[in-house]
């Protein structure tokens, strides 16, 4: 029979997974706390993470370095909170501004939300980036603070940092900073990590699949929600997994204040024409109706959803959970007051025809560039920057037809409409699409 090896050292065990050998669990156990505190350098934890890139790890050991990330902080618990309480989490997209429409709907249907959140990573863009595009607002909290803000606002949005699964938040940096993002292990042990620090009743996963996803082959995204409901499941937590696609932006804005700009202006107004962003938003806040146990079947859930949407019930949560984490409801209340860029850019259709691509991963690419992401790990977020689509997959365009605004400070416009025009794809015959919902995983 195999066994795992336990090496002494740090260095010992990079060589072993060098050589595609497994580690047994003590390994992750001994170590992912001296990650958290800085005794192991840098450069060995870059190794470390190449090697596992590359040779990738066995289910123990991805469960057990999970397990290591949750604890290198505190377990956060919510005592005096009754009611059900159910977490929410995307593997990374472009365009993916739901966190802020389906958290506060679902805590207008009476469940507690609290969400811990990341930074842009590699392409795809943070939500903790995003929300920190308004003045004032805070994102890391004490376990007691957490507790008081949920009570407050019904949910709460918070950053990792010393409390939570402090370990994740330096391997987070660096892969982003290492090129080792696109690991199913990493990325599994990163999200679950994070979840398993926080005590709940139920965790929903957005899982993209698609150009713009970590892993865009559907096999690999199924893969990769299967493990992540196996792992919650042996932690004893309730966890569905939805796959949705990631072929093209999610919505119509790709940049920190224009996403939530969008996201604000949806939960003001139920859109009369069904979108992708409020399908997306209502197949997961329906699953997290159901995990939370308030309804038994998705059509129910998604009636609650759209009534507490149509009374604009989801927008009075959004202010209040910004109002309860210091940040200017002002903002909110008149998005306008965002600040502009100094540069906008318009692209037009070179052509009639029917829009067949818009690919994801080129314009996350694009928007990091830009500065709506980071290159390197020390970088600032501009939140003004990014694209705003007029269009979408499948739709007929005439030539000359304004197909994207380009918001940017820096830069050349020339370039930006050369690299848009490499993404967009016009041909003449309409194309043939995967679903957007494509199945749960229970």
């Given at each position: 029979?195999?066994?795992?090896?336990?090496?002494?050292?740090?260095?010992?065990?990079?060589?072993?997974?060098?050589d595609g050998?497994?580690?047994?669990?003590?390994?992750?156990?001994r170590?992912i706390p001296?990650?958290?505190s800085?005794?192991?350098?840098d450069?060995?934890?870059?190794?470390?993470l190449?090697?596992?890139?590359?040779?990738?790890?066995s289910?123990?050991?991805?469960?057990?370095?999970?397990?290591?990330?949750?604890?290198?902080?505190?377990?956060?618990?919510?005592?005096?909170?009754?009611?059900?309480?159910?977490d929410k989490?995307?593997?990374?997209?472009?365009g993916?501004?739901i966190?802020?429409l389906?958290?506060p709907l679902?805590s207008?249907?009476?469940?507690m939300?609290?969400l811990?959140a990341?930074r842009g990573l590699?392409?795809?863009?943070?939500?903790?980036?995003?929300l920190?595009?308004?003045?004032?607002?805070?994102?890391?909290?004490?376990?007691?603070?957490?507790?008081?803000?949920?009570?407050?606002?019904?949910?709460?949005?918070?950053?990792?940092?010393?409390?939570?699964a402090?370990?994740?938040?330096?391997?987070?940096?660096?892969r982003?900073a290492t090129g080792t993002?696109p690991?199913l292990?990493?990325v599994?042990?990163?999200i679950?990590?994070?979840?398993?620090a926080?005590?709940n009743?139920?965790?929903?996963?957005?899982?993209?699949?698609?150009?713009?996803a970590?892993f865009?082959?559907?096999?690999k995204?199924?893969e990769?929600?299967?493990?992540?409901?196996?792992?919650?499941?042996?932690?004893?937590r309730?966890?569905r997994?939805?796959?949705?696609?990631?072929?093209?932006p999610?919505?119509?804005a790709?940049?920190?204040?224009?996403?939530?700009?969008e996201a604000?202006?949806?939960?003001?107004?139920?859109?009369?024409?069904c979108c992708?962003?409020?399908?997306v938003t209502?197949?997961?806040?329906a699953?997290?109706l159901?995990?939370?146990?308030?309804e038994?079947?998705?059509?129910p859930a998604?009636?609650?959803?759209l009534e507490?949407?149509?009374?604009g019930?989801?927008?009075?949560?959004?202010?209040?959970?910004?109002?309860?984490?210091?940040?200017?409801?002002?903002?909110?209340?008149?998005p306008?007051?965002?600040?502009?860029?100094k540069?906008?850019?318009?692209?037009?259709?070179p052509t009639?025809?029917?829009?067949?691509g818009?690919?994801?991963f080129?314009?996350?690419?694009?928007?990091?560039?830009m500065?709506?992401?980071r290159?390197?790990?020390?970088?600032?977020?501009d939140?003004s920057?990014?694209?705003?689509f007029?269009?979408?997959?499948?739709?007929?365009v005439?030539?000359?037809?304004?197909?994207a605004?380009i918001?940017?400070?820096l830069?050349?416009?020339?370039?930006?409409?050369?690299?848009i025009?490499r993404?967009i794809?016009i041909e003449?015959?309409p194309p043939?699409?995967?679903p957007?919902i494509?199945e749960?995983?229970s």
């Amino acid at each position: 029979m195999f066994m795992a090896e336990n090496p002494k050292t740090f260095l010992e065990g990079i060589v072993i997974k060098r050589d595609g050998g497994e580690l047994a669990e003590e390994f992750y156990t001994r170590f992912i706390p001296s990650i958290a505190s800085g005794e192991i350098p840098d450069y060995q934890v870059s190794a470390l993470l190449m090697a596992i890139f590359l040779k990738g790890m066995s289910f123990r050991e991805t469960r057990a370095m999970t397990r290591a990330i949750a604890n290198s902080g505190k377990i956060i618990s919510f005592p005096h909170i009754k009611q059900p309480k159910v977490d929410k989490h995307s593997t990374g997209g472009v365009g993916d501004k739901i966190t802020f429409l389906v958290a506060p709907l679902v805590s207008a249907c009476g469940v507690m939300v609290p969400l811990t959140a990341g930074r842009g990573l590699g392409h795809t863009g943070g939500t903790i980036d995003k929300l920190e595009s308004i003045p004032g607002v805070r994102t890391q909290f004490t376990p007691l603070e957490m507790e008081r803000l949920l009570t407050q606002a019904g949910w709460l949005l918070c950053a990792q940092g010393k409390d939570i699964a402090p370990a994740d938040d330096i391997l987070y940096r660096m892969r982003n900073a290492t090129g080792t993002v696109p690991s199913l292990p990493l990325v599994i042990s990163s999200i679950m990590g994070k979840k398993l620090a926080i005590e709940n009743d139920g965790l929903v996963l957005d899982v993209k699949f698609g150009k713009g996803a970590f892993f865009p082959e559907v096999e690999k995204a199924r893969e990769l929600g299967k493990t992540m409901v196996e792992i919650a499941k042996s932690a004893g937590r309730t966890c569905r997994a939805v796959l949705t696609n990631m072929n093209q932006p999610l919505g119509r804005a790709v940049g920190n204040s224009l996403e939530l700009i969008e996201a604000i202006e949806l939960l003001k107004e139920l859109p009369q024409d069904c979108c992708d962003v409020v399908d997306v938003t209502l197949a997961l806040g329906a699953q997290m109706l159901i995990v939370a146990g308030l309804e038994k079947d998705e059509k129910p859930a998604r009636t609650r959803l759209l009534e507490v949407w149509g009374r604009g019930e989801g927008y009075n949560k959004l202010v209040a959970m910004v109002s309860s984490q210091h940040g200017d409801v002002s903002y909110v209340h008149n998005p306008q007051k965002f600040p502009r860029p100094k540069n906008i850019a318009k692209y037009k259709a070179p052509t009639s025809g029917f829009i067949t691509g818009i690919d994801a991963f080129k314009i996350g690419e694009l928007a990091r560039r830009m500065g709506a992401g980071r290159e390197r790990a020390e970088q600032e977020i501009d939140h003004s920057v990014g694209m705003v689509f007029n269009v979408k997959v499948g739709e007929e365009v005439r030539a000359e037809e304004e197909l994207a605004e380009i918001h940017f400070n820096l830069g050349e416009e020339s370039e930006f409409i050369a690299e848009i025009s490499r993404a967009i794809t016009i041909e003449e015959q309409p194309p043939t699409q995967l679903p957007l919902i494509l199945e749960v995983l229970s």
